[in-house]
């Protein structure tokens, strides 16, 4: 009852309620930002992630280099066929597609574009994670054998659409007595996909696999093996397996060596950025000190008539202690309920901000995904909050503790 009664006073008879509104919206907004931080944080690994296991391959199998049958050096996988067949036998591998792989130059109507070209059969294209739900989508995919599929990225830079006919031009084509003379062809643009990412979707192009084995003169094989499995998360598990699996003379990349770098990165960035944070955070908290110090000495002659009544020590300390976690947990509470807020409905907050500022906020070209994602994560909250509370109530005992403290004879000396 005293706790809140002197929570309740005005500067005028001794209370500090500018001082408590100050500290109840410092630690509201710094609760506010830590939690929208780190939902941010949480919602871009997971979509990178996401992005990076359904358009990638968990593991890739290469070959390593051999003499093949014509007594030319070769990293053709010639046995595919059955070395799919042993590695699908292996627990937990969800899907393997031969794949054969070119990178040459797309041209259209005197506009060009680098192009990362993959031959595969239409029942691994539809099989493939990002395929099954694709961000955007535009053609069909069923008329797969007819022609080609394109990135978005790469439409928009040809200025392609479904039904245009794009032409293919490779280095590596027809040899001849004179040398090798490039490989120009052309091929009509039957699916148009977005995968999520836009580095993806600027250079990807899938290609029938028999039409990109004659194309890129791997008519005995293919370039690799696309394997994915049901836990990403463990991939080391499955490293030994697929080497026995595939026999001699292979080679595995997982999607962590691939992306392994940028993820580190990640980690490092997600933990300065809560430490700093968490700074933050103190430094509201901080203001409860300040008010709750003001307030003991406004309150030092009601302390005094307190004390010499027969009010105890804890008693004066649990007053004041209840004054300044009253403020943090309220301040927590609130920002709890702004952060969680953000993080639920940022799509048309995004949308808003995007609107003032004309545009233009978000590159995808930097941050290879398209939209400011969010996750909520019940951890991400639970920290944000006990590190408030925690904070709050550390930095109340000491004001709290000096009004305990404090000597009736000398709070009434001039009263």
């Avoid at 194309?215 to 994915?228: K, S």
């Avoid at 305990?404 to 009263?415: D, G, K, Q, S």
């Amino acid at each position: 009852m005293i706790a809140w009664r002197y929570l309740r006073s005005r500067r005028a008879d001794g209370g500090v309620s500018v001082m408590t509104w100050i500290s109840l919206i410092g630690i509201a907004l710094a609760v506010f930002a830590l939690i929208a931080t780190l939902s941010v944080r949480s919602g871009f690994r997971t979509q990178f992630v996401d992005t990076i296991l359904g358009a990638n391959a968990h593991v890739t199998v290469y070959s390593t280099q051999r003499t093949n049958a014509n007594g030319q050096q070769s990293r053709l996988i010639e046995n595919y066929a059955a070395m799919a067949d042993d590695i699908r036998a292996i627990k937990g591998v969800s899907r393997v597609a031969p794949l054969v792989r070119g990178q040459i130059l797309a041209t259209m109507r005197n506009r060009n574009s680098g192009v990362d070209v993959i031959g595969i059969t239409l029942e691994n294209l539809k099989s493939l994670p990002g395929m099954q739900d694709p961000e955007r989508a535009l053609g069909d995919l069923t008329r797969f054998d007819e022609g080609i599929a394109i990135g978005m990225g790469v439409a928009r830079e040809l200025g392609a659409s479904v039904g245009d006919r794009i032409r293919l031009i490779s280095p590596d084509g027809v040899k001849t007595a004179f040398g090798t003379s490039p490989r120009v062809k052309s091929y009509e643009v039957v699916y148009i996909f977005s995968l999520g990412r836009y580095d993806i979707d600027r250079v990807r192009v899938y290609m029938p696999f028999a039409e990109a084995q004659s194309y890129f003169n791997r008519e005995t094989g293919a370039d690799e093996l696309e394997v994915m499995v049901q836990d990403p998360d463990a991939i080391a598990d499955y490293t030994l397996p697929l080497l026995r699996a595939g026999g001699d003379g292979i080679l595995l990349w997982t999607w962590k060596d691939a992306s392994g770098a940028f993820l580190r990165a990640l980690d490092v960035e997600d933990n300065v950025m809560f430490i700093i944070l968490s700074i933050l955070v103190l430094i509201a908290t901080m203001n409860i000190v300040s008010g709750l110090i003001m307030l003991v000495k406004n309150k030092g002659r009601d302390i005094g008539i307190l004390r010499t009544m027969g009010l105890s020590e804890g008693s004066i300390l649990r007053v004041f202690f209840i004054c300044g976690a009253s403020i943090g947990v309220i301040g927590t509470i609130t920002g709890t309920i702004l952060g969680c807020l953000f993080a639920i409905y940022i799509d048309p907050i995004f949308s808003f901000v995007n609107a003032v500022s004309g545009g233009g906020v978000w590159d995808p070209a930097i941050r290879g995904i398209y939209q400011l994602p969010a996750e909520l994560r019940l951890g991400d909250v639970l920290s944000a909050v006990s590190l408030s509370l925690i904070l709050s109530f550390v930095v109340t005992i000491f004001p709290a503790r000096r009004a305990a403290r404090m000597n009736p004879v000398e709070a009434l000396r001039y009263e």
